[in-house]
Structures are given as C-alpha cells and as structure tokens.
C-alpha cells in the first residue's frame, strides 16, 4: 500500500507499508529526476537543479543502503534517458514481516516539522 501527501504545507511525505512473502526481500525505492544527486547521510539525499534544492530523507526504517542508478537502457533497442538518474534506497525485509518505507521530500526553504507520519490506516481519521 502507498499513501502521499503533503504535510502541514511543507513537504512531501511517500510512505509505503509491504509485506514480505515467506522469503527475505530486497526492497528497492526510486525516483527518476533531472537534477544533480549527492548522497550526503546514510538515510538521505539532496538534489539540486535550477538553484533549488530538495531533500529526500528516509524516516523509517532506520536502516538503509542510499544509492544512485544511472538510467541506461539494458539493450540497445530501448529508448535513452538522457539527463536522467534514479536515486533511493534499498532495504531487506525478513521473511513474513511488515515493513513501513517513510520517505520525506523536503524543499529547501521548508520549516522543520517534528510531524509524526502515522500508519496508512489512520491518515483519514
């Protein structure tokens, strides 16, 4: 399940709730942009473009591997993407657990928000 909103008129918050079947799970969350990407902490990444900065910072869980993946096709056939890389994070999910994926998208003139990000099944309430 994925729920996104924005919070308090500051950020972008992207939270994903998955299950692992009953084996362990490799999970991979990207995001394709234009923008120049810089690993800069172990759960987050900053992007820049057009003066403009854009934070991506992963909530929860608290462990994650940060990475970039450029954005060439496997053959020759397929279309290129050029201008273009995919940033995120992997996470491994144990065998028949839950796992919540927080991912906060923060600009760079936003307020800092302790804002707690609840389950998906509460945001309506």
Same mark, same amino acid.
């Given at each position: 399940?994925?729920?996104?909103?924005?919070?308090?008129?500051?950020?972008?918050?992207?939270?994903?709730?998955?299950?692992? +079947? *009953?084996? @362990?799970?490799?999970?991979?969350? =990207?995001? $394709?942009?234009?923008? #120049?990407? &810089?690993?800069?902490?172990?759960?987050?990444?900053?992007?820049?473009?057009?003066?403009?900065?854009?934070?991506?910072?992963?909530?929860?869980?608290?462990?994650?591997?940060?990475?970039?993946?450029?954005?060439?096709?496997? +053959? *020759?056939? @397929?279309?290129?993407?050029?201008? =273009?890389? $995919?940033?995120?994070? #992997?996470? &491994?999910?144990?065998?028949?657990?839950?796992?919540?994926?927080?991912?906060?998208?923060?600009?760079?003139?936003?307020?800092?928000?302790?804002?707690?990000?609840?389950?998906?099944?509460?945001?309506?309430?």
């Amino acid at each position: 399940m994925r729920g996104v909103a924005i919070v308090d008129g500051q950020f972008v918050v992207v939270r994903d709730e998955v299950t692992a +079947t *009953d084996r @362990e799970a490799n999970v991979r969350w =990207t995001m $394709l942009t234009t923008a #120049e990407a &810089k690993i800069t902490a172990k759960n987050a990444i900053e992007l820049r473009k057009d003066g403009k900065k854009l934070k991506i910072e992963v909530v929860e869980p608290a462990k994650v591997t940060m990475k970039t993946w450029p954005t060439l096709p496997p +053959t *020759d056939y @397929e279309s290129q993407n050029p201008g =273009t890389i $995919l940033v995120g994070f #992997e996470v &491994k999910a144990p065998p028949g657990t839950s796992t919540a994926l927080t991912v906060k998208l923060t600009p760079q003139h936003a307020k800092v928000s302790k804002s707690k990000i609840k389950e998906l099944e509460n945001w309506m309430k």
